[in-house]
């Protein structure tokens, strides 16, 4: 059946799924541990999330080329749990938020994906690439001065050497040369090995070390939530982006199944949960990776260079490793979204949103807290700016002895409060015709609205006549007219 031969089998296609999965593996072990120390526990639980992560996602997962692993909003997330209750119940917050998660994405809960404005994924994606540069700066910080020649070196190998060729990711070969001269000179630089100790067995599956009550699962409940909120959004926000790099589609509602069994497996397996990385994914696809064999690989490098090659990964300079993220960091950020062209012809509100989403970003270093902010802040904007296109204006009756109010208009919430102000009960003849051709009722507040002004007119012996409702709009007002009020 040549015909449905998966495309990673292609000589070309597998050379830089499996090139780019190391780099992804070499990158991650840095990370992983660090995401250990702000969970407070050992480094091998978060190396043992990411391969577990890593492995599942490539499987189960519905966006291709995306790596998912340990991470610091899941690290955040769980560390007062692990610092008040211990290990166990953490393990056991990440089972439940993984169950969480399958009924999530079953329930649909990716189709929310819509609602989120591009100003804040534009936001998005230019506070991911902020924080991805600052989480490289305290590398960067009271450091021997041998640090600061080696990332400018690795920068100048990143940007250089795919004009030689292509055929090796230019991170692979800089983390490779500057590990080779700084063991060849004996440079005495901050490595991976002084993050922590790599593991150096595999992990073993097996229930967490809880007891298994409801107050057990009262004290987790709130840790399970918020991870599983936390790591779909994330997720989802990383998939979207890497569609819009790659012009492709992914399945988003399988994506979120897929984190949630992913982070199962992470917890029977005693790791500390996880979602989408956003570095290391925008790694993976800037070296072209495309495939689920990169995330697969990315997994089960990370496991081998652990166990097997773990005294060499040691040795690796962090330099090398910030120089790649600092690159990831320079092409992740949206420069056409802040030239002067853009902001210029951008609406006020667009460029608020997007400020709003950074700056809640930035501040909180959580992607998901800085996307709720951005898309209300968004919310917020539209609905004001629509509230001002409805109007109402007086025309006299052509009969003579009446007037015609002429609606236009969306009418819902935020804009048919003011409505009811538009209109001279006091002076107006006795006979008034309410034109709603040109409007649109939407909501039981449009309605109350329009009982307000028939009542504010009836209430001084005059009548009104309510006209042109399309279906939709004549529907919901003869449904919930004279209805919303406790006096009939």
Not at 56 to 81: D, F, K, Q, Y
Not at 154 to 172: D, K, Q, S, Y
Not at 396 to 421: H, I, M, Q, R
Request: a neutral charge.
């Amino acid at each position: 059946m040549r015909g449905f031969r998966p495309s990673w089998l292609s000589p070309k296609v597998f050379r830089t799924e499996v090139l780019s999965g190391l780099v992804v593996a070499l990158a991650l072990i840095p990370e992983a541990i660090s995401f250990s120390i702000i969970a407070g526990v050992d480094p091998s639980v978060g190396l043992f999330a990411s391969f577990t992560m890593a492995v599942t996602i490539a499987l189960v997962g519905g966006r291709p080329a995306m790596i998912s692993a340990a991470t610091g909003a899941v690290a955040l997330v769980i560390a007062p749990l692990n610092r008040e209750h211990g290990l166990g119940y953490l393990v056991a917050a990440v089972i439940l938020g993984g169950l969480l998660q399958v009924i999530l994405g079953a329930l649909g809960v990716a189709k929310l994906m819509r609602f989120v404005p591009r100003s804040v994924m534009v936001g998005f994606v230019n506070a991911l690439a902020i924080l991805i540069f600052l989480a490289q700066v305290p590398e960067l910080l009271d450091v021997p001065w041998a640090v600061y020649p080696l990332v400018i070196g690795g920068l100048a190998l990143i940007v250089a050497f795919p004009r030689i060729t292509r055929a090796v990711p230019a991170p692979l070969v800089s983390i490779i040369i500057l590990t080779a001269i700084t063991l060849a000179a004996g440079i005495a630089v901050p490595t991976v090995g002084d993050k922590g100790a790599l593991p150096s067995f595999l992990p073993v599956p097996g229930l967490p070390d809880v007891p298994f009550t409801a107050e057990t699962l009262v004290t987790i409940a709130p840790y399970a939530l918020a991870l599983a909120l936390v790591g779909l959004m994330e997720s989802l926000m990383t998939a979207k982006l890497v569609d819009d790099i790659t012009d492709t589609h992914s399945n988003k509602t399988r994506e979120s199944i897929g984190q949630g069994v992913a982070n199962l497996v992470t917890g029977f397996f005693g790791g500390m949960g996880g979602c989408a990385m956003i570095g290391q994914t925008m790694i993976n696809v800037k070296n072209g990776a495309r495939t689920r064999l990169s995330t697969f690989l990315a997994g089960l490098f990370l496991m081998v260079l652990c166990i097997v090659c773990g005294p060499v990964v040691s040795d690796i300079p962090m330099a090398a490793l910030v120089a790649v993220m600092v690159l990831v960091a320079f092409s992740t950020f949206d420069w056409h979204s802040i030239a002067p062209k853009t902001l210029r012809r951008m609406p006020a509100g667009e460029i608020t949103v997007m400020v709003v989403t950074v700056a809640a970003v930035v501040a909180t270093h959580n992607l998901a807290i800085g996307v709720v902010v951005g898309s209300f802040t968004g919310l917020v904007i539209f609905a004001r700016r629509v509230a001002r296109l409805v109007n109402v204006a007086a025309v006299t009756d052509p009969k003579g002895n009446g007037v015609v109010y002429c609606v236009t208009g969306e009418l819902f919430f935020a804009s048919s409060n003011d409505v009811v102000y538009q209109f001279d009960y006091a002076n107006d003849p006795d006979s008034i015709v309410i034109d709603l051709t040109d409007a649109h009722i939407w909501d039981a507040s449009s309605v109350a609205a329009l009982d307000a002004v028939t009542t504010k007119y009836e209430q001084r012996g005059k009548t009104v006549e309510i006209v042109g409702l399309n279906r939709q709009s004549a529907k919901i007002h003869d449904k919930l007219s004279g209805e919303l009020t406790g006096s009939h």
